[in-house]
């Protein structure tokens, strides 16, 4: 981020949307390079991990990067940097991403007012999963990533790590829609009070 903000260039909406855009092309050329361990990483796989997570076991047939050969194996692992790399990418992402909708709005004098949301992540994450758990995005055809990066520009939050949160919402012994279930209390309350009840 440093790197980025102090090579922003002077210039008005296009120029930063061009430098904004070249930045995310530089993070698509590391996802494409390694989209076999992005898939693996994103599906929560495990049968690699012996190979990819185990210090002294490396494959070269299972895309090093050159990095591992200047590392030190005793404390590494193949790919614990690729790992680390592809979180750091993510958040990046994120930053572009918010920094390129406040170019585009920046520009817009009837903007929508600002909301904040005030409440917890966690409930945001869940609420959102709930959302895309319906379907009712581009007719259940929308990624979690994009519904995600829509609710955070809307709502000027940062859920950062929501795929993990997600796993915490799961792993929940009891009451694992705690959020939903206090809405839809709140919403009775709410109409049998206006109803006079």
């Not at 070249?22 to 698509?28: D, P």
């Not at 050329?29 to 076991?57: C, I, P, Q, W």
């Not at 790590?161 to 012994?173: A, P, Q």
């Amino acid at each position: 981020m440093y790197k980025i903000e102090a090579k922003r260039p002077y210039g008005g909406k296009e120029v930063l949307e061009d430098y904004f855009n070249k930045e995310l092309s530089k993070l698509k050329r590391f996802f494409d390079n390694n989209m076999a361990f992005y898939s693996y990483y994103r599906t929560e796989s495990t049968y690699l991990d012996h190979t990819y997570f185990v210090r002294g076991k490396h494959n070269v047939q299972l895309g090093l990067d050159t990095f591992y050969f200047e590392i030190d194996h005793s404390f590494s692992t193949s790919h614990d940097y690729k790992v680390a790399k592809i979180i750091a990418n993510d958040l990046i992402e994120d930053y572009l991403e918010t920094q390129l909708s406040k170019t585009a709005t920046d520009d817009k004098p009837n903007a929508l007012p600002k909301l904040n949301w005030t409440g917890s992540k966690t409930a945001l994450t869940e609420l959102i999963y709930a959302l895309h758990s319906q379907g009712i995005f581009n007719n259940g055809n929308a990624d979690i990533k994009p519904i995600v990066k829509v609710f955070e520009s809307t709502f000027n939050v940062d859920l950062g790590d929501f795929y993990h949160t997600f796993m915490e919402l799961k792993s929940r012994k009891i009451n694992r829609t705690k959020f939903l279930d206090t809405l839809k209390e709140s919403l009775i309350k709410k109409m049998d009070e206006q109803d006079g009840r």
